[in-house]
């Protein structure tokens, strides 16, 4: 199983609201990375977990926070998200943190806050 | 700071007519190139790496990419695409001592027509 797979695929909120995305993979990996990808522009690192702790926080606004409860699930907390946070949101995975080792995608989930 | 420089956004061709990307990065002692490959509202995936060795790595879907140490280049070659290839196109660099971050580039949209 190569897959990474995210939840939901697309979710819409108002500022006030308080949400989750899911990122799940079975592939044994000890690295998990959060991206946000604006459209027409590459991917932007947010987290990185490395043997589920909090390895880089590329200074991302408290609204989003992140948790690794296990080695195979990486969640996103949304709570009073603006209207510019409205992405894609793409989680990956590697084996570890090696620089040779390739990040696996999910399909992303595409976020709207009104 | 790092970077990965995709001179061109956009790219049309023809069907079955061959297309080179182009990749530039900035000089550096040691590097990882990646290749991905978005379909529309799909997350990234693999093309193809090079790590050390042969500079002529060949990935999937027929890409293939020559690493250019002296140019400081990492162009992608396909010699006749389809119209499946549409889609964008990110070269990305890992630099050593760069903990885990990816750098990516700005994208280049390929464009296949009939």
């Known amino acids: 199983d190569t897959e990474v797979t995210q939840t939901p695929k697309h979710l819409v909120m108002g500022m006030t609201n308080k949400k989750s995305l899911k990122c799940e993979q079975h592939m044994g990996h000890r690295a998990m990375y959060w991206y946000k990808q604006k459209a027409k522009k590459p991917p932007e690192l947010m987290f990185v977990?490395?043997?589920?702790?909090?390895?880089i926080n590329e200074s991302v606004p408290s609204r989003f926070s992140p948790e690794c409860p296990n080695s195979s699930l990486l969640n996103l907390h949304l709570h009073a998200l603006q209207p510019e946070d409205s992405a894609l949101y793409l989680c990956?995975?590697?084996?570890?943190?090696?620089?040779?080792?390739?990040?696996?995608f999910g399909p992303g989930t595409r976020l709207t806050v009104l | 700071a790092q970077s990965v420089t995709q001179l061109d956004s956009q790219v049309p061709v023809f069907e079955e007519a061959p297309v080179e990307l182009r990749c530039n990065y900035s000089?550096?002692?040691?590097?990882?190139l990646f290749w991905y490959v978005q379909y529309p509202n799909q997350g990234l995936q693999l093309l193809l790496k090079?790590?050390?060795?042969?500079?002529l790595v060949k990935g999937i879907n027929g890409f293939e990419a020559e690493f250019n140490k002296s140019q400081t280049s990492f162009h992608l070659r396909k010699p006749s695409v389809h119209i499946s290839d549409t889609a964008e196109y990110f070269c990305a660099v890992r630099y050593t001592g760069t903990a885990s971050k990816l750098t990516f580039g700005t994208g280049t949209r390929l464009q296949v027509t009939l």
């Open positions: 990956a995975s590697s084996q570890d943190l090696g620089l040779a080792h390739e990040q696996f």
């Open positions: 000089s550096s002692v040691s590097v990882y």
């Open positions: 977990y490395s043997y589920e702790k909090l390895s």
């Open positions: 090079y790590l050390s060795g042969s500079t």
